[in-house]
């Protein structure tokens, strides 16, 4: 459920959602919103998430139901079980080849929304100092602008120099 859901929420869009994966068009649109496509393998996902869990809570009510060595709701322990399993192996397949081998990332999106992120000041902190870093960070939030345009403006850094520290690649590969 928890994939699922991610993958809905990346793939909303294109306008007002996060819009950072397209999912395949699998139908042919929404039954309310003329040209929406509705992420229907996550959503499929989601339900037979929601069976499972049903059926557990039945597994787990049946489980706690016998006395003593006798318990005479094996037979449902045993459907439940069985539905999951078979329920998670088929939607797991379909999921996997559906919707997570064919989604495309929306590349720009993503630049765009990594060079607002204020975070990428941090890596300014040791040679503008915290103080002027913290402003320019609020200065690119408050004004929508990418980070790296405002250090710019307000650093007597150069753009190469700003690229390489504010470079997103580099600061996550971690070590030293």
């Given at each position: 459920m928890k994939i699922a859901n991610d993958l809905r929420w990346m793939n909303s869009g294109p306008l007002a959602g996060l819009g950072e994966i397209e999912l395949e068009a699998l139908q042919p649109g929404s039954s309310?919103?003329?040209?929406?496509?509705?992420?229907?393998?996550?959503e499929a996902t989601a339900m037979v998430a929601a069976?499972?869990?049903?059926?557990d809570a039945t597994i787990a009510v049946a489980g706690q139901s016998g006395d003593f060595e006798l318990n005479v709701m094996?037979?449902?322990?045993?459907?439940?079980?069985?539905?999951?399993i078979e329920l998670l192996a088929n939607v797991s397949r379909l999921l996997a080849d559906k919707a997570i081998a064919s989604f495309r990332v929306n590349e720009a999106k993503l630049?765009?929304?990594?060079?607002?992120?204020?975070?990428l000041v941090t890596a300014?902190?040791?040679?503008?100092?915290?103080?002027k870093a913290a402003e320019i960070a609020k200065q690119a939030y408050r004004e929508g602008r990418p980070v790296i345009d405002v250090a710019l403006e307000n650093t007597d850094l150069s753009?190469?120099?700003?690229?390489?520290?504010l470079d997103p690649v580099k600061?996550?590969?971690?070590g030293l």
């Open positions: 309310i919103m003329p040209g929406k496509v509705n992420p229907v393998i996550p069976q499972v869990i049903g059926n094996l037979p449902v322990i045993a459907s439940n079980l069985l539905e999951s630049k765009e929304a990594l060079g607002r992120n204020p975070i300014l902190n040791p040679i503008i100092g915290y103080q753009r190469e120099r700003l690229e390489t520290l600061l996550t590969a971690g």
